[in-house]
């Protein structure tokens, strides 16, 4: 097992858990004997946040082209990956009781979920230079605009609580990222 492996499984663990919270919340409102109310923006985030953690461990193949990894530089890995369990968590509550209205409950968390979203971001400008200057330079000037642009719409959507905003956030964040990802990084390596 070489560095990048062993650096990886503890990494791959924690985004199994998000993955893993994720599937169990949708496991849950699907095997409900009386249906629960789950809207639009609540699904959408959802939806992105399982892209964003499936997409996040195909990104970080390419930190196996770091020469030399530092505790400082795993650590902030682990933490980047546990950021990730961390708002997929703030999706699902612990307990879907039978009065559970999920969109709801979204908007009750949505200040907890869009800071985080905004440190993800910002985060993912480190991860990405972490694997070169060359790589985040191929990324072209897209990259550091559509991050900027994120973190100012996560910013504005902890305090507007307009549904049509959310929605409107929502829906374009997934759409921007099956794009991206499909443009930048349909092949591993």
């Given at each position: 097992?070489?560095?990048?492996?062993?650096?990886?499984?503890?990494?791959?663990?924690?985004?199994?858990l998000a993955l893993a919270h994720l599937l169990q919340g949708l496991v849950e409102v699907a095997q409900r004997p009386r249906p629960l109310r789950l809207r639009s923006i609540h699904l959408v985030w959802v939806i992105f946040m399982l892209m964003?953690?499936?997409?996040?461990?195909?990104?970080?193949?390419?930190?196996?082209?770091?020469?030399?990894?530092?505790f400082g530089t795993y650590i902030f890995v682990l933490g980047y990956a546990c950021l990730m369990y961390f708002q997929s968590?703030?999706?699902?509550?612990?307990?879907?009781?039978?009065?559970?209205d999920l969109d709801e409950f979204f908007h009750r968390q949505r200040g907890w979920f869009f800071g985080a979203n905004v440190l993800n971001r910002s985060i993912d400008l480190v991860d990405t230079w972490l694997k070169g200057s060359e790589h985040f330079q191929s990324l072209g000037p897209e990259y550091p605009v559509s991050v900027a642009v994120n973190i100012i719409w996560s910013l504005i959507a902890i305090?507007?609580?307009?549904?049509?905003?959310?929605?409107?956030?929502?829906l374009g964040s997934l759409l921007y990222l099956l794009s991206w990802v499909f443009r930048?990084?349909?092949t591993l390596g």
């Amino acid at each position: 097992m070489d560095r990048f492996e062993y650096v990886m499984v503890m990494v791959s663990i924690i985004i199994g858990l998000a993955l893993a919270h994720l599937l169990q919340g949708l496991v849950e409102v699907a095997q409900r004997p009386r249906p629960l109310r789950l809207r639009s923006i609540h699904l959408v985030w959802v939806i992105f946040m399982l892209m964003t953690v499936a997409f996040f461990w195909w990104w970080q193949f390419k930190l196996q082209a770091l020469q030399e990894w530092t505790f400082g530089t795993y650590i902030f890995v682990l933490g980047y990956a546990c950021l990730m369990y961390f708002q997929s968590t703030l999706l699902f509550p612990r307990d879907l009781g039978p009065d559970v209205d999920l969109d709801e409950f979204f908007h009750r968390q949505r200040g907890w979920f869009f800071g985080a979203n905004v440190l993800n971001r910002s985060i993912d400008l480190v991860d990405t230079w972490l694997k070169g200057s060359e790589h985040f330079q191929s990324l072209g000037p897209e990259y550091p605009v559509s991050v900027a642009v994120n973190i100012i719409w996560s910013l504005i959507a902890i305090f507007v609580p307009s549904r049509i905003f959310q929605w409107v956030f929502a829906l374009g964040s997934l759409l921007y990222l099956l794009s991206w990802v499909f443009r930048q990084f349909n092949t591993l390596g």
